[in-house]
């Protein structure tokens, strides 16, 4: 496989991709791949495609739902899939996606959560000491009890949810596999089935969590179906919690690794190792990326984690310099679908990094092999074992 | 991977030929394992279930891009035999 620039599934480019990205920059930044899609590494090119509406998006959602079709007429059932991805905000475009999102974005007025963090974050600290796992002990718990919190979904629930949300979020990865189809199916299920019994439950019972105020507004604008509006809901849980613990983990990791004197420069660590190193678009029309003739309803993959390390935006890209200005990064995308829960993600590895601190000193890494999952598109650490003392 | 241990290049060839033609429709004769995938009529969608057949038969694990690395049936079944031998 020397000779293919493209080997996102090799288990050594998910530990380290920056090496790879840097050859496709540098040798070929508008790339073919070996399964027809064209690779795109370098900041200028991603930035100006996502500012672009003329490029859509839902790579993963068509090629699913032709999936879905496909393994039909092969006897085999996978529309649970279609009924939990079908409203995810990041696979809309015109003219749903502006409606729906602002719906969201307006049902979520309140933001007087860094408190609740600080306090979450804190009692997870409480019990923890000497030899720990940092992904599941701690980056991973907080963000999945606040989105809990957030959306008034039961604190008995969020570790069951947790579960299904790693095969769920699989559904964002660049290739599927039969197993990936059959997991990502049964987590579906489960998911649209939790959702609807919460709908119901909060419809006799409304609180002022986000899932009561967004079923307010939708019954007031009449927007969305009860199967879309359980698909946004499994949408805001699972990047809710997913991207933000692999944002904890990864941050937390890069600082004691690199032994950074962090000075709260959450843009630099966001730049240095962006939890979501892939996002896709489509072009509609015949395009011309870079020099390179792309014909219409082609797959783009944008590749977020290399265009943060691109040479001619960011000098030494390599290194971590918690001086550096980096609020330029890709790490949330850019332009229209500009994710909607930036704040909260960095509101929260901020408050999870100081608390971090403050509770542990002397924290090592005893063994640095560390175990990723296995896509690029969402990059999370399986467990990250360290020693720390209080 | 028994099985495998004692499959020769030429076996492994005809087993994803067999594969290639139920998925496609074709008929196994007519499939030349110099051919790429692509120009036998195979996409990202059909070759999910021939990869998983393999898998399933031969007890080897397959990533999904794997299948367009080595894009004809004689270069994926050389790259099954020494990567999983």
Redesign the interface.
């Known amino acids: 496989?020397g000779n293919?620039l493209w080997?996102?599934?090799d288990p050594a480019h998910i530990n380290d991709p920056y090496l790879m990205y840097k050859r496709l920059r540098h040798e070929s930044p508008v790339y073919r791949?070996?399964?027809g899609e064209y690779i795109i590494t370098r900041y200028a090119d991603v930035k100006s495609i996502l500012k672009n509406t003329d490029y859509r998006t839902g790579n993963r959602l068509e090629?699913l739902s032709?999936?879905i079709t496909?393994?039909k007429n092969?006897d085999e059932d996978f529309t649970d899939i279609y009924k939990a991805i079908n409203s995810f905000i990041l696979f809309l475009n015109a003219p749903d996606h502006g409606p729906i999102r602002n719906m969201v974005v307006k049902a979520w007025s309140d933001r007087e959560v860094h408190e609740m963090i600080t306090t979450t974050a804190d009692e997870i600290l409480k019990d923890l000491n000497g030899t720990f796992d940092l992904v599941n002990d701690y980056a991973r718990e907080l963000p999945a009890i606040v989105i809990a919190r957030i959306m008034g979904i039961p604190m008995n629930d969020y570790r069951y949810l947790q579960k299904l949300g790693v095969s769920m979020i699989s559904s964002l990865n660049l290739?599927?596999?039969?197993?990936d189809?059959v997991e990502l199916n049964e987590a579906s299920a489960l998911f649209v089935k939790y959702f609807a019994e919460l709908l119901d439950a909060k419809q006799k019972n409304p609180d002022r969590g986000l899932v009561s105020r967004l079923l307010a507004a939708n019954e007031k604008e009449k927007l969305l179906r009860q199967e879309q509006l359980i698909s946004v809901l499994i949408f805001l849980f699972v990047a809710g919690e997913e991207t933000t613990g692999a944002s904890i983990g990864t941050s937390l990791r890069n600082i004691i690794q690199h032994d950074i004197k962090y000075n709260g420069n959450v843009d630099e660590l966001f730049r240095f190792d962006p939890v979501v190193q892939i996002l896709g678009r489509i072009t509609k029309t015949d395009s011309i990326v870079n020099g390179v003739n792309i014909p219409a309803n082609s797959a783009l993959t944008l590749v977020v984690g290399s265009a943060n390390r691109d040479e001619s935006q960011f000098p030494n890209p390599d290194i971590i310099d918690v001086n550096r200005s980096a609020g330029q990064h890709l790490s949330f995308g850019y332009g229209t679908h500009f994710c909607l829960g930036e704040w909260l993600g960095k509101l929260q590895t901020q408050i999870a990094i100081e608390r971090f601190f403050i509770a542990f000193k002397d924290i090592t890494i005893p063994d640095q092999n560390i175990e990723w999952n296995?896509n690029l598109s969402v990059r999370v650490m399986k467990s990250l074992i360290v020693n720390a003392k209080k | 991977m028994l099985i495998l241990d004692f499959m020769t290049h030429q076996e492994l060839i005809n087993f994803i030929k067999k594969e290639i033609a139920t998925e496609t429709g074709t008929a196994v004769e007519s499939i030349d394992a110099n051919a790429s995938f692509h120009s036998l009529g195979l996409d990202?969608?059909?070759a999910?279930?021939i990869?998983?057949n393999i898998e399933k038969e031969f007890g080897v694990e397959l990533?999904?891009?794997n299948f367009?690395?080595y894009?004809t049936p004689s270069k994926f079944a050389d790259f099954i035999l020494k990567g999983h031998g």
């Open positions: 496989m293919l080997s996102p599934l791949s070996q399964t090629w032709r999936g496909y393994f092969r290739y599927h596999s039969w197993k189809f296995t | 990202s969608l059909s999910v279930l990869l998983y990533n999904p891009l367009w690395d894009p």
